[in-house]
């Protein structure tokens, strides 16, 4: 298990941009991939983005492709996702997750450490 806590959500207008942030201690960055996953009030959880261990690596659903950039700074043990273009529809409480493996994946059950979450409302 990897302690991870997520930080950066809030309320933002439609179109506007937030940058969440997930702060990992206790590992060594390269061999953990890391994954930002969502879930909005009466759906399932959903993948959102995975980074490989060494950040140059990643996916994204296509819900998101072209308006958030998942990163990586190994040095500091940081990761983030950068949201722009918000639409209502990403309204959701936002996870990070760490998987035992350097390379991505968009399926939930193969991250073993998750954050708290870090709720994201997007509304006028």
């Known amino acids: 298990q990897v302690p991870l806590v997520e930080s950066g959500g809030g309320l933002v207008q439609p179109g506007g941009s937030l940058r969440l942030s997930c702060e990992a201690s206790?590992?060594?960055?390269?061999?953990?991939?890391i994954g930002w996953f969502r879930q909005a009030p009466g759906k399932e959880r959903e993948f959102v983005a995975t980074?490989?261990?060494?950040?140059?690596?990643?996916y994204y659903a296509n819900s998101v492709k072209g308006r958030f950039t998942i990163s990586r700074d190994n040095a500091k043990n940081i990761m983030y996702l950068q949201m722009n273009s918000l639409k209502p529809e990403d309204t959701a409480v936002y996870y990070c997750?760490?998987?035992?493996?350097?390379?991505?994946?968009?399926?939930?059950?193969?991250?073993?450490?998750w954050g708290q979450g870090t709720q994201v409302t997007v509304s006028s």
């Open positions: 980074i490989n261990g060494n950040g140059g690596n990643t």
């Open positions: 997750a760490a998987r035992n493996s350097p390379y991505i994946s968009n399926v939930e059950d193969t991250f073993t450490s």
């Open positions: 206790g590992f060594t960055p390269d061999y953990y991939a």
